[in-house]
């Protein structure tokens, strides 16, 4: 069976699996004893899993759904009495993943956490995410006046969803690292120099504007841990020329311009309204008064 995806080949011939050199880097013996373990204790999980990881093996922009899903499943293993956790939003081809994970989607178009959290769960979790962070490549490094991306699984983390449209970007951040910090990744990502703090919302949670003082707090100061969501504004879109009516749908009916112009005799010949009567009421009027007058007989009486 061969199967495309994204212009990277996967043959499949009984058991051997023959993969493209840069999902090869990403497989390790780590990994693949963690998934041995896994088979052990449930193998239909394990095979659920190998399905949800070859819908992102090799695509190009999953690095980060990948990272973000093992950070889930860390915090849910190490806070199991945690109500809410921020719902997921990740590419499209983790959708299967998710759900081999206990994983439902939400009215809101994002990925919460839906299984129960029973021990023996919870050790197939723990195992997930270990497999998870072995097959995440190495993080990003610092450029451009950026700092180092923080390791998968580090304490004091917070994951940073950042909403541009139709353009969804995440990062990793420290909870002691700044708005600033937020702010030139920002500006790095979505190509935009001037990017200001104004253009800047947080919806996750929700919190006031950010205001120019905001830029020097932490993260965790603001409210925005162990993760947040930012929504920035696209100038192209809020720039753009209103759309213009439509002619055809301003055009009066016939039937209306009919009606208004009969309205306005009615109203001119309507006494309450100020107008003249009716020509219909002063006919009426004179024809009563003609028979209650008393009337001249055709014969004079005798004297």
Known sequence: EAEFRRGKRCVVRGTEIRRSRSSTATMSKKYAAILATLRSLNSRAEAEFRRGMAEVDGVDGCEG?????????????????RGYWPPLRVCPEARRLLAALGFAETPGGGFSYAGDKRPATLALLDLAARALEAFVPSPRRASDGLKAEPDVGSAGTTTVVAVRGRRVERRRFFSSDSLADVLTWLRAAFDVADLDLKDVQAT????????????????????????????????????????????????????????????????????????????????????????????????????
């Open 204 to 303: 996750d949670p929700r919190r006031p504007v950010f205001e120019a003082a905001d830029a020097r707090r932490s993260l965790q100061a603001l409210g925005l841990w162990p993760g947040c969501e930012l929504q920035v504004e696209d100038r192209r879109q809020s720039t753009a020329k209103p759309r213009q009516p439509d002619r055809a749908a301003t055009k009066p009916k016939p039937s209306d311009v009919f009606k208004a112009i009969a309205g306005r005799f009615d109203a001119a010949d309507d006494p309450s309204r100020g107008g003249r009567p009716a020509l219909k009421s002063r006919d009426a009027a004179a024809r009563r008064a003609s028979r209650d007058a008393p009337r001249r007989p055709l014969v004079p009486a005798p004297a």
């Open 65 to 81: 759904a990948v990272a973000q899903i093992a950070e889930r499943l860390r915090g849910i293993v190490e806070m199991p009495a």
